[in-house]
């Protein structure tokens, strides 16, 4: 093993023995190393005469480039455009975020965490907290109602096992219960990684204040009974809260909670600031430990420096602008109320009372989705049925649930949008009858 990153271990081990418990293999292996781009770093600090180090060109001082590329980007500096950003990312992004994260999240006020690592969006995230802390067999919990890509980010590329409870009780609450008998199932093998994604993708749903309690009394309780706990949390659509749900993340609620617990926030401009094609993302470390802190950001580096480097200059540029915009908040506030206003209409729609013979649906408050849950005739087959006949587009998450996207369909169309799914439920009946008959 590499001395830098014994090293790392060595820190990890003397600050806080749980986080090196929780990391994978891999994750023992990172460092970052001492190579290029940190030479580079040092000259451009020092030298002052000619600074030959790093593998761009320049031409008349700024960064070479061509005229009908720079001419499509007036107002953007080309040095923030075309050299390469920074591993971790352009430092005032993450700045910038950094005081988001904080303005956002009452609850991190006088909590510790690092500064916020930039990534090419959530998935890349997801990506670089499987690879630290995901090995063969390891269990991933998660609520039963999931995004279908963590199968290919922590099974199939790193052989971990995704083990679900029931997103809801019989209450149509969050399962506290259910997760609490998930996580206490791990008391022997002493490690847990638990991944919760508020607002929820495909239900839309996010859980209220009580609920978040619970929660979080039943994280405190595994992490007291001994064991080391990851919590990612995937807030890939934080902030679209439309009605009675917590208002803010559980990143802040969890921060310092036991240092047998990590929370690890995974979040981004992607869904957030509507510009998905930009792929900017963020995580970030909870720890009272500054020295965990840097470990922890030291191997995200390496890895990222491994993998793919850095993130796009010029997107990270983009949104560094808009964050520090004086319209950042009157936009945002503008769209978030157009996605608030659908989503209540789905929500009154839905509740009609000639649906509820061939569906119900799963609760929603927030997020870009919600969910139905069809009573008769396989999702697939509807979803099928209904692209082929009526051209709706929908999702059919297994043979029961279909979700449907309202964050893309334009407020008047949605009436007439459910009204096609009722009627394709209705004509698939009314085969099966005739082909029973």
Partial sequence: MNELAKKLNDDLLKYNPTIYQLLSNLGKKLYYPKGILSQSAEASKKATRFNATIGIATEND?????????????????DDVYPYAPPPGKFDLRLE???????????????????????????????????????????????????????????IRRGGELKSFPLFDKLNKFNILA???????HQDTGKAIVLLNFPNNPTGYTPGEEEVQGIISVLKEAAAAGINVAVILDDAYFGLFYENSVKESL???????????????????TKENYVWGLRVGFLTFASESPEILDVLEQKTKGLIRGTISSSSHLSQTIILHSL??????????????????????????????????????????????????????????????????????????????????????????????????????????????????
């Fill in 62 to 78: 700024v960064p070479m480039h061509f005229d009908h590329i720079q001419e499509t980007l007036q107002g953007y500096s080309p």
């Fill in 97 to 155: 975020w950094k005081r988001k994260l904080l303005r956002d999240n009452p609850s991190l006020k006088e909590k510790h965490m690092g500064l916020p690592i930039t990534t090419n969006a959530l998935t890349h995230g997801l990506s670089i907290t499987a690879d630290l802390f995901v090995d063969e067999n390891d269990v991933i919990i998660l609520p039963d109602k999931y995004w279908g890509n963590y199968q290919s980010i922590f099974h």
């Fill in 179 to 185: 997760l609490r008998e998930r996580l206490m199932e």
């Fill in 251 to 269: 990143f802040g609620r969890l921060a310092g909670l036991h240092p047998n617990l990590l929370p690890i926030k995974i979040d981004g401009a």
């Fill in 324 to 437: 520090q915009s004086t319209r950042f908040e009157i936009e945002k506030h503008e769209k978030h109320e157009v996605m608030k206003r659908r989503a209540l209409k789905v929500k009154e729609i839905v509740r009609n009372k000639k649906y509820q013979t061939v569906w119900s649906f799963y609760p929603f408050n927030s997020g870009y989705f919600m969910c139905l849950k069809l009573r008769d005739v396989d999702a697939e087959e509807l979803r099928l049925y209904l692209l082929n006949q009526y051209g709706v587009g929908t999702i059919a998450i297994n043979s029961t649930d279909l979700r449907i996207a309202f964050s893309c369909v334009e407020e008047e169309d949605l009436e007439e949008l459910f009204e096609l799914i009722y009627i394709g439920i209705k004509d698939l009946l009314t085969k099966e009858v005739e082909n029973n008959g």
